[in-house]
């Protein structure tokens, strides 16, 4: 029982790379997020995708584009990466607000 | 701006001390509410949810919601130096647009020391 899975697991890009992080879960879960955790601001909403087929900005989107694949996959692009988005990258996953989130293992992402 | 306030700590316990978290929420409306463990470079884990004004206590953990209060708490008793990690309050609510989501504050780092 896999859960939430995120890949990769550490990456370290160059100014202006691009990249996807991709997240996928097998828990059959309709509602999937993107967050961001820096020291001191907390766990930050990226994007999120309430159902398959529909994707929703959240309090930090400037710089990130998402996809829902389908109803397991949501990935997070980086069109142009910048030093300001190197953070810890969590995917989550639920099936209603009223049970919570489910975190994938995260991915540590460094912009240099 | 749906807000949860978390006093950020450190918060230090002897070992076998109860230990108290706090969380205040600003959203009069939300109906859902949890605590989150996470272990320094690791993801969050639920570990409570409570829905209801009252106590729930699983184990060795507490949680309290006081929705006149906005305010919900979360206690460990007997604590142990493995309790030790930063704990995330989350709070959720419904958007314009029907969508559901969770706020979470910034979080609690407890030591527990031996």
């Known amino acids: 029982n896999a859960g939430v899975t995120q890949t990769p697991k550490f990456q370290v890009l160059k100014t202006g790379q691009s990249m996807t992080l991709q997240c996928a879960q097998d828990m059959n879960h309709n509602s999937m997020y993107w967050y961001r955790q820096d020291p001191g601001m907390g766990l930050r909403l990226i994007y999120y995708?309430?159902?398959?087929?529909?994707?929703d900005k959240g309090e930090v989107p400037n710089g990130y584009n998402v996809s829902r694949l389908n109803k397991r996959e949501f990935s997070l692009r980086l069109e142009s990466a910048a030093p300001s988005q190197t953070s810890v990258y969590f995917c989550a996953s639920s099936i209603q607000v009223n049970y919570g989130y489910t975190f994938g293992s995260g991915t540590r992402l460094t912009v240099v | 701006q749906k807000e949860v306030e978390q006093n950020s700590g450190p918060l230090s316990v002897p070992e076998g001390a109860i230990a108290s978290l706090n969380c205040t929420y600003s959203d009069r409306v939300s109906q859902s509410f949890f605590w989150y463990r996470q272990y320094s470079g690791k993801s969050p884990e639920l570990i409570m949810s409570?829905?209801?004004?009252g106590d729930k206590e699983d184990g060795r953990f507490t949680a309290q919601l006081n929705k006149a209060s906005q305010y919900v708490s979360l206690l460990i008793r007997d604590s142990q130096p493995s309790d030790s990690a930063t704990y995330l309050c989350a709070v959720g609510y419904i958007t314009q647009g029907g969508s559901e989501k969770l706020v979470f504050g910034k979080g609690t780092k407890l030591t527990v020391n031996p």
């Open positions: 995708s309430a159902s398959e087929g529909t994707t």
């Open positions: 409570i829905y209801s004004n």
